[in-house]
């Protein structure tokens, strides 16, 4: 600090403020400038994305629709070169459907409808009628509170709704899995769950589950490509709420997401 005198020997301190200000408007200035940075490289990443899903389903029928033609043309293929087509088929399969999941997962913002208020009652009822089939098949007991307003997109909130609904009946080896769809109001906020009687999730995965393309379960025992919670946590935030789980690693699941009751923190 460097004492400066006016003329009547008083001291003053106008050299040190200066200095303040002007390294205060340096980190200012290198903040706005990192930050314009991370969201032109978000977004970049994001087109990416999209791109990239979008552009690669049309090669990727082309691939089986040719394996297939070649499957049934020639007759006298041998048995070996017949297994490899099909590995070949199988494996753009599920391409498909991971490249189909991920443009989901990217349209979640760059299809997002704007949000209003919207009948959570009704957005869980599209979502267990979407999974009318899965329901009775599993022998599963659904049982659903009542809902307040919510400010959301619908198709999204069903969408987040199914995703986890379908996990909790997926992920169980009940004889009857058993799922609680309820709420309660906090604040001006909903906080919703989704409960289960599956297998449960152990505290360490807690959120790596949230993470794109993390599986806890293999594919031959459970099918998925470990998009869905990915989609849940994007349309959440998206919805200006927070995601997360909670579950003792083997008697069951419950799933948390917060939603707003008026526009106030919602981010369109
Ligand atoms: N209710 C649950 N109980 C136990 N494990 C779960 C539950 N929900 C999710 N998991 C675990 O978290 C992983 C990620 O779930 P996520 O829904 O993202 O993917 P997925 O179900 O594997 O595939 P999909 O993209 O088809 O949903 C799952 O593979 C599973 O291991
Ligand atoms: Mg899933």
Redesign the pocket.
């Known amino acids: 600090m460097t004492p400066v005198e006016d003329n009547c020997n008083n001291v003053v301190f106008l050299i040190k403020e200066a200095h303040d200000v002007t390294e205060h408007k340096r980190r200012e200035a290198e903040l706005t400038r990192l930050n314009d940075q991370l969201t032109t490289s978000n977004r970049e990443l994001e087109q990416f994305a999209y791109v990239a899903s979008h552009d690669l389903q049309e090669p990727l029928r082309k691939i089986t629709s040719y394996a297939q033609l070649l499957l049934e043309d020639a007759e006298n293929l041998n048995p070996d070169a017949r297994r490899d087509i099909d590995v070949v088929i199988d494996g753009a399969e599920r391409l498909k459907v991971l490249v189909g999941?991920l443009l989901t997962f990217s349209r979640v913002t760059t299809l997002g409808r704007p949000l209003s208020l919207v009948d959570a009652n009704e957005c869980l009822q599209a979502a267990l009628e979407n999974l009318e089939l899965t329901i009775q098949e599993s022998n599963s007991v659904i049982k659903c509170d009542t809902f307040p307003a919510v400010v959301a997109d619908a198709g999204q909130l069903t969408r987040l709704f199914q995703?986890l609904i379908?996990?909790?009946i997926?992920?169980?080896d009940e004889a009857r899995p058993t799922v609680h769809i309820g709420n309660r109001v906090v604040d001006s906020q909903v906080e919703c769950f989704v409960k289960?009687n599956?297998?449960?999730?152990e505290p360490r995965?807690f959120d790596k589950?949230f993470e794109i393309f993390?599986?806890?379960?293999g594919r031959t025992a459970?099918?998925?490509?470990?998009?869905?919670?990915?989609i849940c946590k994007r349309i959440v935030e998206r919805f200006g709420g927070r995601i997360w789980v909670d579950?003792d690693g083997k008697s069951g699941?419950t799933?948390y997401f917060t939603l707003n009751m008026d526009s106030q923190g919602a981010q369109a």
């Not at 599956?198 to 999730?201: A, T």
């Not at 993390?214 to 379960?217: A, E, G, K, M, Y």
């Open positions: 999941d995703n379908s996990n909790a997926k992920y169980c289960d599956g297998l449960g999730i995965y589950v993390q599986r806890l379960h459970y099918s998925g490509t470990g998009i869905g919670l990915a579950s699941t799933f």
